[in-house]
């Protein structure tokens, strides 16, 4: 607890310098998760092992105008073997539902083409970036690098407004890339952060792993409200329930983050009574 109260104070100084007293509350039931690929994926990441892509509407079964759609989409899928959402070969499907909707566009490892066809539809990007090598081959089961996240991301920055997130505990709840993460995307520069934490799921092969330790996740996010002092920090949909989500929710807002999807009640009490102002959303919060 001392621990956790010296970085809150460091933190919380930052965030009084560099934004107004109020808070995020997301709650996205307005923003529809269509999967391009439906259940399928040409990966068995050990984290997810496609059982997320079955919470979400397939591509194939969205009726020609989108009607069951809300006034936001996630649009994401399965990847192929080579870590890339195959989005270029739904374009012309996703531009018929484009017209009154934002899209956020989850792309993976694409390439330029990709890119050059995915840009006009994108409101914004969610990128998720890992910072660890063994990570990358042994939890996605990618043949790729750290070099190529990092090339991606460059890419990507050039023509769309891109969300990098990071998955802290990715590695089956160990800390592995998750500063190295932090220091490139600080290099490389970015609008926002989005920080999620691995949690274990049902079906797959970290299914029986436990989260990271807390005080390691409160580390993670106190090193990057440092390091980002003046972009927007959120704390994503992806993390633990129970007392841990509790207990993150409440040292979040401690520690200076700007805004926590689907916060817990405990965190909304906290934030009101440090003299924050609380904004809901009923989208995804990168919108």
């Not at 933190?11 to 709650?27: G, K, M, Q, T």
């Not at 270029?88 to 996703?94: F, G, N, P, V």
């Not at 989005?194 to 807390?214: E, S």
Request: aromatic fraction near 4%; hydrophobic fraction near 40%.
């Amino acid at each position: 607890m001392e621990a956790l109260d010296r970085l809150a104070a460091k933190c919380w100084e930052i965030r009084e310098a560099n934004f107004r007293p109020e808070i995020v509350w997301s709650y996205p039931a307005q923003t529809t998760a269509v999967s391009v690929t439906g259940g399928e994926c040409g990966l068995d990441c050990a984290h997810c092992g496609g059982v997320y892509l079955k919470r979400m509407t397939p591509l194939a079964a969205v009726s020609r105008h989108g009607e069951e759609l809300g006034p936001s989409c996630l649009i994401s899928g399965g990847c192929t073997s080579g870590g890339r959402v195959p989005l270029a070969a739904h374009t012309a499907r996703l531009a018929a539902l484009k017209p009154g909707r934002r899209f956020n566009i989850h792309t993976g490892l694409v390439d330029e083409a990709d890119i050059a066809v995915i840009a006009p539809l994108a409101d914004k990007v969610s990128f998720d970036f890992v910072g660890d090598d063994a990570t990358i081959r042994e939890v996605l089961g990618l043949n790729r690098t750290v070099a190529d996240y990092v090339a991606c991301y460059r890419k990507l920055r050039e023509c769309c407004q891109v969300a990098p997130h990071v998955c802290i505990g990715l590695h089956g709840g160990e800390i592995r890339g998750e500063h190295q993460a932090l220091a490139l995307l600080r290099m490389l520069g970015a609008d926002s952060l989005t920080l999620i934490v691995f949690t274990p799921t049902k079906g797959t092969r970290y299914a029986d792993r436990k989260p990271p330790a807390l005080e390691e996740t409160l580390a993670v996010i106190a090193a990057a409200r440092e390091l980002f002092p003046a972009i927007p920090l959120r704390l994503g949909c992806m993390r633990p329930g129970g007392r841990y989500r509790e207990t993150l929710d409440k040292a979040a807002v401690r520690l200076g983050i700007n805004a926590i999807v689907n916060p817990t009640r405990a965190a909304v009490r906290l934030a009101e009574s440090l003299g924050l102002a609380g904004v809901g959303r009923g989208e995804c919060c990168v919108l």
